[in-house]
């Protein structure tokens, strides 16, 4: 699965370009994102997939919208990275890299399996926090 997803990060960041409206939508987040893709597309794919290789298989997500196991990297609260200067969590930086979403601050990275802890990039969908919300609602 690993190699799957880090094929299709590799051609979304190749394919990679700033829309027309990358200037107006401007701000130090997605300015940074768009560094990254531009300028280190392949250290930071080495960083998805130095976190892929080391997330361990956790529980399956039975009791949410997506079946399957998630993958943690072994700690109880959400893991954080530092790339280029800047830290966030694991599973933006992955979500971001594998997606080439500039995120801004306005986006979160919704968690289908409700463990803030998994990884696994079929478990993870950028969405406003409205959508956010809505999947905890969904999920009582």
């Known amino acids: 699965m690993v190699e799957v997803w880090l094929a299709t990060g590799a051609k979304n ?7 027309p409206f990358h200037d107006m939508l401007n701000n130090t987040s997605r300015d940074h994102w768009t560094d990254v ?9 080495k ?8 997330a361990k298989v956790s529980k399956d ?8 196991h998630c993958w943690e990297l072994g700690l ?3 893991r954080k990275v530092k790339f280029k200067g800047r830290r966030d969590y694991a599973y933006r930086f992955i979500t ?3 997606t080439t979403t500039p995120l801004s601050p306005k986006n979160v990275v919704r968690h ?6 998994c990884v696994c990039p079929d ?5 406003t926090h409205q959508q956010n919300h809505q999947d905890e609602l969904n999920r009582r």
């Open 13 to 19: 960041l190749a394919d990679f370009e700033r829309t």
């Open 123 to 127: 478990h993870l969908l950028v969405g």
């Open 96 to 98: 971001a890299i594998l």
């Open 76 to 78: 109880e609260t959400p």
């Open 37 to 45: 893709f531009e300028n280190y597309p392949k250290e930071a794919l």
């Open 112 to 117: 289908l399996c409700h463990n803030r802890s």
């Open 47 to 54: 960083r998805v997939s130095d976190l892929l290789n080391e």
């Open 61 to 68: 997500q039975t009791k949410s919208i997506i079946k399957g």
